[in-house]
């Protein structure tokens, strides 16, 4: 399957939730009424757009709309409206710089059971398929099996994999793992981390040491944090951000089970309201359901005719 057809799986829960909503609030009407864009406005709350986003939208879409009669052509006005607020909206980011001959440095982050692990694994791939030389690290030391679960991934991609035992100090692999990469002349470093309640200091602490460690054994790095958010939590993922964000330096968002959810629509809201640019989607389970986020695929594929 090609990577757009991909996207457009991955996003038709999404997809089919806005249109089928959009159907609804044009059925049966004549004319385009002030109640048709409060409609507007409120399916696009609902489909985690976040308030002011839906504002803008269901404004443009009167301005171009009011006082016409329906017609059947016009979900396709409305959608072009949306689909040009949405390119807009997001755009598209550059790749951090690395210094030369640094492995580049990336730590994965986020709260319990969001895809960090998967997407670790996932991010591999696409790194070992543009000819890089990849090291995972096992740096969630605190939940039983987490250990295991990575080397698996490893062993799936042919991929070293740095670890100590369950419970250890996850800044010592760190230091490990920085050491080995440098001494192997790795390319990219991929940092799996344990699963972190954002009220739990502790385990913020932990990451602040992790972070220290990197930056004092390859300066400038990390060179990505990206946060692993689930897309099924909707408005609560922009919450968890916005902890994250206050914790440490995100750079990027991996948004995660998109496939899974209706709430696709949450991407903008994050970009809007944090300024953090989302740089990946999870589509699914496997290795290559993972793709750099580009707005304007992202857009034509949430808003394609099925
Ligand atoms: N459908 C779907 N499932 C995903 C995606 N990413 C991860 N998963 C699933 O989500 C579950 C949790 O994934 P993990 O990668 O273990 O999550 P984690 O954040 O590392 O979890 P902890 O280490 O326990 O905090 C697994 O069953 C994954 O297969 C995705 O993009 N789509
Ligand atoms: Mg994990």
Known sequence: MNPF??????????RRNLA??????????????????EAL????????????????????????????KVSGDDLAGVLDVLRE???EEIADWPEPRVGEGQPK??????????GKTTSVAK???RYQNEGKRVLLVAADTFRAAAIDQLCIWGDRLGCEVIKHKDGSDPSAVVFDA?????????????????????????????????RRVIEREV?????????????????NAIQQSRVFKDATDVTGIVLAKLDGTARGGVVFAICRELGIPVRYVGLGEAMEDLQPFAAESFAAALLAKE
Do not use: W
């Open 85 to 87: 607020y949405m390119e």
């Open 20 to 37: 089928e909503k959009m159907t609804d609030i044009f059925a049966g009407r004549e004319n385009y009424t002030p109640e048709v864009f």
């Open 41 to 68: 406005e409120e399916m696009l709350i609902e489909a985690d757009l976040g308030v002011e986003l839906a504002l803008s939208i269901s404004e443009a879409a009167e301005q171009r709309l009011r006082g016409k």
């Open 105 to 114: 440095v990336i730590l994965v982050v986020g709260v319990n059971g969001v």
């Open 5 to 14: 057809s991909k996207l457009k799986n991955g996003l038709s829960k999404s």
């Open 123 to 125: 991010l591999a791939l």
């Open 219 to 235: 300066p400038g790095a990390p060179h990505e944090v990206l946060l692993v958010l689930d897309a099924n939590t909707g408005q």
């Open 178 to 210: 920085m050491s080995a990469a440098k001494a192997r002349a790795v390319d990219v470093v991929l940092i799996d981390t344990a699963g972190r309640l954002h009220n739990k200091e502790h385990l913020m602490n932990e990451l602040a040491k992790m």
